[in-house]
């Protein structure tokens, strides 16, 4: 679903410009979830942002359902393919947009009919009553916002969901609630994630496979049970995980 071949990712413009992510290569199967991880500005948000289509200013190949899509995703069909599930759910939902208009917003861009009923039955689909449509963010909780992100981010059907530290944001106690969430919208639509993480909680709970990233690169790919027997070759995820292990 997701292939990723010799991705560079740039900022800027002359002396200024600067290489942030090098030689990334990495595939995600249909129906799996594919974990980003390492310290913070080795370039695991740069990583979701290409894919995303929300920075272009890279080169190399991404592959996103069998077709390969551009920096700026010319081709209206390839804005589809992809969704993304950002950290603060407040931050990335409109205040002044009822629930349901914010969850009608992709509907609405891209002239679907019968936004109505398709808005009920995303909100079902992520545990929220039906009258939910009629609030304000301000006056639900963090997790019910992130469920209301992740409702808009099912609207449009796209068969890979891009989260970018879904939980990290929200109170512990309802983290697993949200974690269950993605993984039972994954089992039952058979979506495919791709994840950034700093959690190695939510690796453990979520992730088939991970990437560590250092200075832009990825330097080790782990399955989750050579996660869970400490097979790592690489020092530096092994400080990772320890260190995550002890936060
Ligand atoms: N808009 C930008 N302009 C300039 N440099 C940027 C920009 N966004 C990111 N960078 C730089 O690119 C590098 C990778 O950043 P990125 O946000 O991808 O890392 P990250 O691993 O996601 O970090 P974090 O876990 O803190 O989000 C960092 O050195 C960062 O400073």
Same mark, same amino acid.
């Given at each position: ?52 289509? @929300? ?7 991404? *592959?996103?359902? =069998?077709?390969?899509?551009?920096? %700026?995703? /010319?081709? &209206? ?37 019968? @936004? ?7 909100? *079902?689909?992520? =545990?929220?009553?039906?009258?939910? %449509?009629? /609030?304000? &963010? ?110």
């Amino acid at each position: 679903m997701i292939e990723v071949e010799d991705l560079q990712v740039f900022y800027g413009e002359g002396r200024d410009r600067f290489h942030a992510v090098r030689d990334v290569s990495f595939r995600v199967e249909k129906g799996e979830t594919y974990g980003l991880v390492g310290e913070s500005g080795s370039g695991k948000s740069s990583v979701l942002n290409a894919i995303a289509g @929300r920075h272009s200013d890279w080169t190399g190949t991404v *592959r996103l359902a =069998g077709a390969e899509v551009d920096p %700026r995703r /010319r081709n &209206p069909a390839d804005r589809q393919k992809v969704q993304i599930v950002f950290q603060d759910p407040f931050g990335a939902i409109h205040p002044k947009h009822t629930i349901g208009g914010t969850i009608a917003e992709p509907l609405a861009i891209n002239r679907r009919q019968n @936004r109505g009923e398709t808005v009920d039955a995303l909100l *079902r689909q992520v =545990g929220l009553p039906g009258r939910f %449509r009629y /609030r304000y &963010p301000h006056q639900i909780s963090g997790g019910q916002r992130q469920r209301v992100s992740i409702a808009r981010a099912l609207a449009l059907q796209s068969p890979i969901l891009l989260l970018d530290e879904p939980t990290s944001a929200l109170d512990v106690s309802v983290q697993a609630e949200i974690l269950n969430l993605l993984q039972d919208l994954r089992r039952d639509q058979g979506l495919t994630y791709l994840m950034v993480t700093h959690d190695i909680g939510v690796v453990g709970h979520m992730c088939d496979r991970i990437g560590v990233m250092k200075d832009g690169r990825i330097v080790e790919e782990l399955t989750k049970a050579q996660l869970v027997r400490g097979e790592t070759a690489h020092p530096f995820t092994r400080e990772l995980l320890s260190e995550s292990l002890l936060g």
